[in-house]
């Protein structure tokens, strides 16, 4: 039923999506709200529990393409080009992010720290997926939504070694498997620059060239490997598949352009049937298990969090009041939260469940809240609009009933 539910809710957004491209109207929403519908502890459609062997699988191919294809998005050359804004954004504003979310978790709900700074790291990390008409429209500045992609391409891999710090931390063991640690980061960075360079290698060598046909599975192919590579090694899987989307955008340009639009594609799927059985964990009684000091939680993390960690960020920064604004609030708790979050559940620590709920509930209000108001501000930035795009959709379907 999985398969079914999946292709079925698939289609219905491509048949919506110009309408939610222009509109409140977010895909994501819907396969999150097909997942809540659909779930075990709703109507029952689909049997998916935390412990489904599919849930950890899926988390993990997810996050593995994602991070894949946010490293090719962020090469060192793009990097450099324009590193000022993204700089402050994470260099101070993802840890101050982190900060201010754990002293929430700490004093609010009442968590340890060691837990108060796991759910810190999860929820850093932001996705403009959830707020697509914003990063994608020419009338926003440039500068700002260039801001906003490269941080969130850059976050995701920049707050997996504290998810995996903090998680060892909660585990509650003596000592802290740091050796273990330094391995799997260091297994991962290699495999994920090695292999990467040394196909890059052979295809530019005089014995070997791809067809064109074949160009844009050639990208597929590193990435497969070193999915492969590192599951064998033991090596950290997503910060080789971060590290190794780097090391194509900087060395293999050609075969960066020829992956890019499949490589989203693949992405992009892998995300949707991610948030679909993310929902289907979630269901109206799972959220009346949340005490309101959860709740409270969950509107700091949104609210408070990210806009006091990037208005100190940006300080002195040259950004106009709208534009920063704009990046304060547009912090939304992207797919790696999600994977975290699932993570994190099946992991086995004591407060497991109390941060899934935590975690679940956040993102659950984030993408409700981002996806539905992106259209809104994007529009803010465009000086000769006098009203939203929707109102004329709106009135239009009025007219015809």
Known sequence: MLLLTFAVVLMLAVLVSALAKRT?????????????????????????????????????LALFAVLFTDGMRVGWADLRSAWRLPGRALGWGLPLTLAVTAVAAHFVVGLDWPESLLIGAILAPTDPVFASALVGNDMVPARLRHLLNVESGVNDGLALPFVILFLAAASGSDHLPLGELALEVVGGLAVGVLIPLLAIRLERSRFFSASPAYEPLNGFAIGLLVLAVGKTTHANLFLAAFAAGITVATFGPRQRAAFEHFGENIAELFKLAALLVFGALISPSFLAEITWPGWIFAILAIFVARPVALWLS???????????????????????????GLLVLESGIVEADAIFHLVALTIVLSIMLHSSTDVVVARAFDDEAETPAWHGVLRRTLRRG
């Open 24 to 60: 409140i109207l977010s895909t994501a929403v819907l396969f999150l709200a097909a997942g809540v519908f659909f779930g075990a502890d709703t109507t029952g459609v689909l049997d998916v529990r935390p412990d489904s062997p599919v849930v950890s699988t899926l988390a993990e």
């Open 314 to 340: 940006f300080l002195r920064s040259g950004l106009d009041l709208r534009e920063q604004a704009a990046a304060m609030w547009f912090g939304p708790k992207g797919f790696a939260s999600v994977v975290y």
